[in-house]
């Protein structure tokens, strides 16, 4: 019954590897978002995607890479882990793009990168 | 850069008391608002939204607006160690964007 489920949970792995993140939601949402907080906890938008077309694509290194295959889906691989995207990312979805819309996020994925 | 601020705390109650969270934002023109709660190790959760001055009430919650002011304020009645979490204010800039800015978070304790 989860609403938006994200996998892994935990996810060590050392620098250079390649890893991908996971998130599917079952609300009928168009919009999806991952996000990274940092260990001071704020959160920092990384990409959207409005029914599977990119429409957010903030600064972030090439390394990371979204896919949303269907609205229901988005996907984010990351190449060449460094110690500095060690850091909780957060999958998140909304109704809509508009500002009346709240987010439901994920569990989050717990990245330690060493 | 549109900034939105809150105090990092932790702010301290005791249960069953009022407890008080603010957030001000920098860009006049932003017209929507949400505060999320976040428990330790946890996502964040959606509250409650307010888009109009004044206040609005949900439950134990009431969010309070004033835009000449540009400050937005959660109120929590009859704390709870329950209620203890980080209470993320969330603010839409003027212009459509797309993405709010996310405050850094208050951290409530409440103590029994």
Known sequence: ???????????????????????EQNLGHDTMYWYKQDSKKFLKIMFSYNNKELIINETVPNRFSPKSPDKAHLNLHINSLELGDSAVYFCASSQDTGQSYGYTFGSGTRLTVV | Q??????????????????????TYSDRGSQSFFWYRQYSGKSPELIMSIY??????DGRFTAQLNKASQYVSLLIRDSQ???????????FASGGSYIPTFGRGTSLIVHP
């Open chain 1, 1 to 23: 019954d989860t609403a938006v489920s994200q996998t892994p949970k935990y996810l060590v792995t050392q620098m250079g590897n390649d890893k991908s993140i996971k998130c």
């Open chain 2, 2 to 23: 549109k900034e939105v601020e809150q105090n990092s705390g932790p702010l301290s109650v005791p249960e069953g008391a009022i407890a008080s969270l603010n957030c």
């Open chain 2, 52 to 57: 109009s001055n004044g206040d609005k009430e």
């Open chain 2, 81 to 91: 160690p329950s209620d203890s979490a980080t209470y993320l204010c969330a603010v």
